[in-house]
């Protein structure tokens, strides 16, 4: 006589449920494939028509609607050197690079203002794939293009500058441990405005010998080319630069001015128009007090940190926002530079797990990103809901970029000093320090 199987012995057969259950089964069956099709075609759909919308905005902003006034904007304006308003043509101005563009392209009428709108969008776009392929190392179509569209939408993409180029070009090489060539880049970004030199004493502070042997070729070559141009001493030259033509002491806080130490200015003025010298002196001392903290901060982070892969992207980030508090004079086209580095915070960021620490600094970025520039979404609320127009109208008044640089350097720092324990690197991650 057989042994009954122990398992089929328990089998409890309850009438009606296991058909029930099976229908049930089917139906979740049938409904996977096209939920999945459906998430999938959303998640591609939703950043090319965000993409789309951005790409019309720069179209129109940056090169349709300039047309009317020949693209008489800030970058062909920087690129003309403001002649002969602030500069004659004689000495030096802005950066050597500048001098150069005056007087080969734009003096003998070589290229016009389409054509440096046009370039601008080629100087944009390598900007980002180099940014990209160094942070994120792979390509990962959506997120790309999710990123790509939030570079464009951003007010500061309108203009971007040869700098960004450079400096993001930088970032790749470094990544690719090319120093002598990433600091190449470094020097052509410092030749072209000299805003980009605060890298040197960072540098020095790691010990990157060769990255800084190439900013000596990158800038030292063309400074030199243009001192022989221009007739002009090598020590004028550097005092030239460092001056700015007023640019180091000057006060100014109109709505055109997205700087420190045009928001003291306003604070103080209380809404007047011109400030008193008392008034300007504390302005211009306060901006320099919280300039030399934050540098000082960054400083102490990147004295504390390793550089490798990981690291790199939020260390040249954190250097390109001090750029920021540091400059005496910046209009929104500047906060382009944030870029790479709001792009380094989403990096990190997502290879970390949930966390308290991790849901704030993605706060923070969300917040950074939005009050520098990013407006649509406030008047997307005025006109679906009938508020949010507050904030665009009072951008300036409460301080938001201001607010959201300084939120930037300290996100950053953050993030920087906890890298190394929220992610796994490998020793083969570790760029090659000196001896």
Not at 111 to 120: C, E, M, Q, S
Request: aromatic share 12%.
């Amino acid at each position: 006589m057989s042994r009954a199987n122990p398992a089929q012995s328990r089998v409890v057969v309850v009438p009606g449920v296991h058909g029930k259950t099976t229908t049930f089964s089917a139906i979740l069956v049938r409904l996977a494939r096209p939920v999945a099709l459906t998430s999938l075609v959303l998640s591609w759909c939703l950043p090319l028509a965000l993409l789309a919308c951005a790409i019309r905005l720069s179209v129109l902003e940056g090169y349709l609607y300039p047309a009317n006034s020949d693209y008489l904007g800030d970058f062909t304006r920087t690129a003309q050197l403001g002649a002969p308003t602030w500069w004659t043509g004689s000495g030096i101005f802005y950066g050597p690079i500048f001098v150069l563009e005056y007087r080969f392209l734009l003096a003998p009428n070589v290229l016009t203002g389409v054509d440096f709108a046009r370039l601008d969008f080629l100087l944009f776009g390598a900007a980002f794939a180099c940014a990209w392929v160094a942070l994120f190392g792979r390509l990962r179509g959506r997120l790309a293009i999710l990123i790509l569209a939030l570079w464009l939408v951003h007010h500061a993409s309108v203009e971007a500058f040869l700098e960004l180029a450079c400096m993001c070009a930088a970032i790749l090489l470094a990544v690719w441990t090319y120093q002598a060539s990433a600091g190449a880049m470094l020097g052509l970004a410092i030749a072209t405005k000299t805003l980009p030199g605060l890298f040197v004493p960072y540098l020095v502070l790691k010990r990157q010998w060769r990255m800084l042997a190439g900013i000596t070729l990158g800038a030292g070559l063309p400074f030199v080319v243009v001192c022989w141009l221009q007739q002009i001493s090598v020590w004028d030259a550097i005092l030239a630069l460092i001056y700015q033509g007023g640019n180091l002491t000057k006060l100014e806080f109109t709505e055109y001015e997205y700087t420190l130490r045009a928001d003291f200015a306003r604070i103080l003025a209380r809404g007047a128009p011109t400030l008193s010298a008392d008034e300007t002196r504390l302005a211009i001392g306060l901006h320099w007090a919280i300039a030399l903290i934050a540098v000082v901060v960054a400083g102490w982070v990147l004295h504390r940190v390793t550089l490798n892969r990981i690291t790199l992207g939020l260390a040249f980030g954190l250097i390109m926002a001090v750029m920021l508090v540091v400059s005496p004079s910046a209009h929104i086209p500047y906060y382009v530079f944030l870029l790479p580095a709001w792009t380094a915070m989403l990096a990190e960021l997502l290879r970390r797990p949930l966390s308290g620490r991790t849901a704030v600094l993605w706060a923070a970025l969300v917040a950074s990103y939005t009050f520098t520039g990013f407006d649509q979404p406030f008047f997307l609320l005025q006109r679906l809901f009938g508020f949010g127009i507050v904030v665009p109208q009072n951008w300036l008044e409460w301080h938001l970029p201001t607010l959201a640089l300084l939120l930037t350097v300290a996100t950053l720092s953050v993030a920087l000093m906890t890298a190394r324990s929220a992610s796994n690197i490998s020793r083969s991650e570790l760029c090659p320090t000196p001896s």
